[in-house]
C-alpha cells in the first residue's frame, strides 16, 4: 500500500484517467494522499505569436477548473494539480517535489510510432525513482 500516489491525468483520454484513478484507490493505505497531475504541454514560440497574450492563463486555468471538479465527489485525501512542459519531464519532476511513493499512469497499446520515439508512459516508467503502475 502507497501513502502518496501521484496520478497524471489527460482530459483527452477520459477513460485511461477513471481506470487509473480507481487503482489509486484500492492501492492506497488508510490516509493516504492522492494527487492528480493535469501537464499543459508548452507552444511552440512561433506559434505564441497567434494566440491571445492570455492563452496559455486560461489553458492552466481550465485545467485547474477540470481537476477540481474530478477530485471534489472522490473519497479519501485527493489533491489537483497542473504543470507546464514535456508530459514525462513534468510528472517526473513533479512526482520527486511531492516525495511521491508511487506514479499510476494510464497507457494505450502502443503502435510502432510509440517503439520508435517512446511515448509519456514508458519515460516515466523509464526515470521514475519511485513505483510506477502502468494501467491500459
Not at 55 to 83: C, D, Y
Amino acid at each position: 500500500m502507497y501513502k502518496n500516489i501521484l496520478v497524471p491525468v489527460s482530459f483527452v483520454e477520459a477513460p485511461g484517467s477513471e481506470i487509473s484513478l480507481q487503482v489509486a484507490q484500492a492501492l492506497a493505505a488508510e490516509g493516504a494522499s492522492i494527487t492528480l497531475l493535469h501537464v499543459v504541454e508548452h507552444i511552440p514560440t512561433h506559434a505564441l505569436s497567434y494566440m491571445p497574450p492570455d492563452h496559455m492563463a486560461k489553458r492552466r486555468a481550465e485545467a485547474e477548473a477540470e481537476l477540481a471538479e474530478m477530485t471534489k465527489n472522490l473519497p479519501g485525501t485527493f489533491g489537483g494539480a497542473v504543470a507546464s512542459g514535456s508530459p514525462s519531464r513534468a510528472i517526473l519532476d513533479y512526482a520527486d517535489e511531492i516525495k511521491s511513493d508511487c506514479i499510476i499512469i494510464a497507457s494505450h497499446r502502443p503502435g510502432m510510432q510509440h517503439l520508435l520515439l517512446g511515448s509519456t508512459a514508458a519515460r516515466v516508467v523509464r526515470h521514475a525513482k519511485c513505483s510506477v503502475h502502468v494501467v491500459r
